[in-house]
Structure formats: C-alpha cells, structure tokens
C-alpha cells in the first residue's frame, strides 16, 4: 500500500528551469499552469512510476497528494483545485501574496498528512516528489514508524544530498518526466496514446 505526495511548489520550479535548460515548451494545459502545477503527461497520479523499488509496491497508489501555492482570489484558487483534482490528486492549494513568495502551508500541510496517515497505518510505502532537505527529519521520523520512503525528483542540484541519502530509495524523475512531456507537448492526453 501507498501514497504519493508531491510538493508542488518544488516540482513546478524545478521542471519550469529544467524545461527552459532543455529548450522545451512546458505548454498550459491540463497537466501544467505557468508557477502554480506541472504534472507528467500521460501518467495517473497513483499510477506506480518507480520501477524496481526494493520493496514492492503495489500498481496503483491509495491516494496522490498535490500541495501548491498561487496569487489569486478564492475562485482562481477553486479552479486549480478543480484542474488537479480532475488529474486524480487530492489537491492542498494555498494563496500566497507574491509569486516570488514561497507559501509556508505547502511544506506543513505535506508534513501534516504525510505524517496523518502514517501514524494511522493508511500505508505502507511514501512516495514524496520533492528535492528540498527541509524533508530530511520527516522522511527519518516516517521511517522510525517502519514505514517506507521513496523520493522522485529531478537529481540535478539544488535536490538535497542528504534527502536523497535519507530515503529508502530514490527515483531520477527527469528522464521520464521529459520523455512523456516530448510524446504529450501539449500536456493533453489523447485517450489510447
């Protein structure tokens, strides 16, 4: 059994600066907003996307978590939760003052439900996409309750050594990541491709 959660914020960041390194169009669709999400095309939230992992996981997740953050009213908020939701995430979206602005309730509520439903025995196994060391005493705490923790992120800097070193595994999410956004360049998926 498990779940994923992804700190958005992060991941978004990230394949925004790695997209424009590759010189690759992340275009506005379904599956990417310009600094709110950017998610991989053709791929289900709780769909198992690390492959070989020590301990076997299950195909399909229990639950994804999408926790991010926007400058906006309430009604951009609620489309954005919409938009994530109609990927297959449970979506965590806060309002922040600034774009420049990193919104603390991201990093908190993740730490809250990962930590939730741990403590609840909801899974066996975390799958966190995320690459900032802030998350290193998380990941030891979830492992001193015998769970699991795999990261997935982009293993270009600034994904924290210690992070990676702290998991139970990790996964170098961008040669897939930029794969699936090559075959889907518009982030629609087409339904049989």
């Known amino acids: ?5 992804v700190d958005g914020e ?16 992340l ?13 991989i095309p053709g791929v289900l939230p709780t769909q198992n996307i690390v492959p070989g992992a020590r301990l ?20 951009r908020i609620v489309s954005v939760k919409e938009a994530l939701w109609t990927l297959g995430f449970s979506p965590e979206v806060f309002k ?3 774009q420049d602005q990193k919104a603390k309730g991201v990093d908190i509520a993740l730490a809250r439900d990962i ?7 909801n899974y066996d196994v975390a799958v966190l996409l995320a690459g900032d060391g802030d998350y290193v005493p998380l ?7 015998g769970k699991v923790v795999y990261v997935a992120f982009f293993s270009a800097s600034p994904l924290s050594p210690e992070l990676r070193l702290a998991a139970d595994g990790f996964f170098e999410l961008e040669p897939f990541f930029f794969d699936q956004w090559k075959r889907h360049p ?8």
């Open 1 to 5: 059994r498990w779940m994923l959660f």
């Open 10 to 25: 992060n991941l978004t960041l990230r394949a925004q600066q790695l997209a424009a390194e590759r010189q690759l169009t």
């Open 27 to 39: 275009s506005r669709g379904p599956t990417y907003d310009p600094d709110v999400y950017v998610w």
């Open 56 to 75: 076997g996981v299950q195909g399909q997740g229990i639950r994804a978590y999408y926790y991010t953050s926007l400058v906006g009213d309430e009604q």
């Open 96 to 98: 922040k003052s600034r």
């Open 115 to 121: 930590l939730g439903h741990a403590y609840r025995d």
């Open 139 to 145: 990941i030891l705490e979830l492992k001193r309750l």
């Open 186 to 193: 518009s982030g629609v998926i087409v339904s049989g491709t």
